[in-house]
């Protein structure tokens, strides 16, 4: 009996703990504003909008960020291999002059924004960003399919993407 209760404790723990995944962007968030590369503020929402009917890879970067850089090649392949995608960067940079050196300096293809408050912004207290690089995957309905994954040849992605 005594073994069936601490099963139970520690079932009860562990639900307790477990992360909530998120299917849909909160109004706060899609309202969140950013900045492009020609110095407009969008707002989130309305930068999913624009590739609504096409599934979206998030990646969540910085220039200082030695996982991201390192991470790129794979995430280049990642492009050649589903370039039906849409391939969303959002830049968690503390200052634009060093954003936009980077998208040059590694050559980084697709759309970019500078996300002002960084990790620390809505979209990283929604998604519970404690690590970048983080790819995330948007359905062409706009839902969440792919929450969270750290490397860029995380098979999670690529399976979600088939």
């Known amino acids: 009996m005594k073994s069936v209760i601490t099963f139970l404790f520690c079932f009860v723990v562990l639900l307790s703990c477990s992360k909530t995944v998120q299917t ?9 504003e950013y900045i492009s590369l020609n110095g ?3 707002k989130f929402g309305d930068i999913l909008s624009k590739y609504k009917g096409q599934q979206i890879v998030i990646d969540v970067w910085a220039s200082w960020c030695r996982d991201c850089i390192v991470g790129f090649p794979n995430l280049k ?3 050649k291999e589903q370039p039906q995608a849409v391939y969303l ?11 936009k050196r980077a998208i040059t300096k590694h050559n980084i293809e697709g759309e970019h924004y500078f996300m002002p408050k960084g990790t620390k912004g809505l979209l990283g207290d929604f998604v519970d960003i404690d690590w970048i690089p983080r790819y995330m995957i948007v359905d062409s309905k706009g839902k969440i399919e792919l929450f969270e994954a750290i490397e860029a040849n995380d098979p999670s992605i690529r399976n979600t993407l088939n």
């Open 24 to 32: 849909q962007f909160s109004d706060e968030v899609l309202n969140e």
């Open 40 to 42: 407009n503020s969008v």
């Open 77 to 79: 392949a990642l492009q």
């Open 89 to 99: 960067f959002l830049s968690a940079d503390r200052k634009v002059d060093t954003w």
